[in-house]
């Protein structure tokens, strides 16, 4: 008989234990339990380069020969911002006596641009040189004073003003 109650009582223990351990297993999982969200991304914009050119082209005169042209690109983004090329547009033409230069007078017509730097590189944060002053960039961009055959006296002195825009 005492083999037999300890069979009874056997019974109602690994019972117990057999609740316990599913127990602990709806547990683990209610603990591990998955589900979905939603969430965003978003990519930022782009700052604009500013570009100066480096130094004044002096020397020119009618039929001379074309003077390099080259400065700076200050890239204000954090990151590096790819630069296909520089090119730039004559936009005014101041003469001496600080008028503005006419067909009669002294005009973008009395110039030639050779108008584009070709830089084809990524331009890191900060300030970078191209054209003339630059390395690897090549020398591409240039001005000069043609020789028109007309008198070109008025072309002495004269600012010609131009317009860079970065590609």
């Not at 234990?17 to 602990?24: R, T």
């Not at 965003?40 to 039929?63: E, F, N």
């Not at 002495?156 to 590609?167: E, R, S």
């Amino acid at each position: 008989m005492k083999l037999q109650f300890k069979k009874r009582r056997l019974v109602p223990v690994a019972l117990a234990i057999v609740v316990l351990v599913v127990g602990s297993g709806v547990a683990y999982a209610f603990w591990t339990a998955g589900g979905t969200g939603d969430g965003t991304a978003k990519a930022g914009t782009v700052s604009s380069l500013t570009v100066t050119q480096t130094g004044t082209v002096t020397g020119l005169y009618p039929g001379g020969p074309a003077l390099p042209i080259g400065g700076t690109l200050n890239n204000p983004n954090a990151g590096a911002v790819f630069v296909t090329s520089v090119s730039a547009t004559i936009t005014s033409v101041i003469l001496a006596d600080g008028t503005t230069g006419v067909a009669t007078t002294c005009s973008a017509a009395d110039f030639t641009l050779a108008p584009t730097a070709t830089v084809g590189v990524e331009i890191s944060s900060g300030v970078t040189s191209w054209g003339h002053a630059a390395d690897p960039f090549v020398d591409t961009m240039s001005i000069k004073l043609l020789d028109t055959g007309r008198n070109q006296d008025a072309c002495k002195n004269a600012t010609v003003n131009l317009l860079f825009t970065v590609l």
